[in-house]
């Protein structure tokens, strides 16, 4: 069982720049897949970006693609999201999620999660 703990949220101006972490405990980190997922008020919640055990693998939403980058660091075991020329449209509780195995985009195939950050974008 792996344990997530965030930060980073906040609040930020459109064009900024915030960067999401995801501390891990328990296990190998290197055992599990991780992701971001995000949901908006009233809305579903949505993958973000995804990354694969070894790292070498990423996934990116069409909203986000070129603007957001997620990354690990296996000695921090930690996950980052740098999110970079944020828009009014990606104001959403942005939460970290964990799964042994490949990683895919499904919030339901997720175990482990985070307890969420707000991350709020002004126009």
């Known amino acids: 069982q792996v344990q997530l703990v965030e930060s980073g949220g906040g609040l930020v101006q459109a064009g900024g720049s915030l960067r999401l972490s995801c501390v891990a405990s328990g296990r190998t980190f290197s055992d599990y897949s991780m992701a971001w997922f995000r949901q908006a008020p009233g809305q579903e919640r949505d993958v973000v970006a995804t990354?694969?055990?070894?790292?070498?693998?990423?996934f990116y939403a069409d909203s986000v693609l070129g603007r957001f980058t997620i990354s690990r660091n296996y000695a921090k075991y930690t996950v980052y999201l740098q999110m970079d020329a944020l828009k009014p449209e990606d104001t959403a509780v942005y939460s970290c999620a964990a799964r042994q195995g490949p990683s895919n985009i499904y919030a339901t195939h997720y175990d482990y999660w985070g307890q969420g950050t707000q991350v709020t974008v002004s126009s």
């Open positions: 990354i694969s055990r070894s790292g070498g693998s990423t």
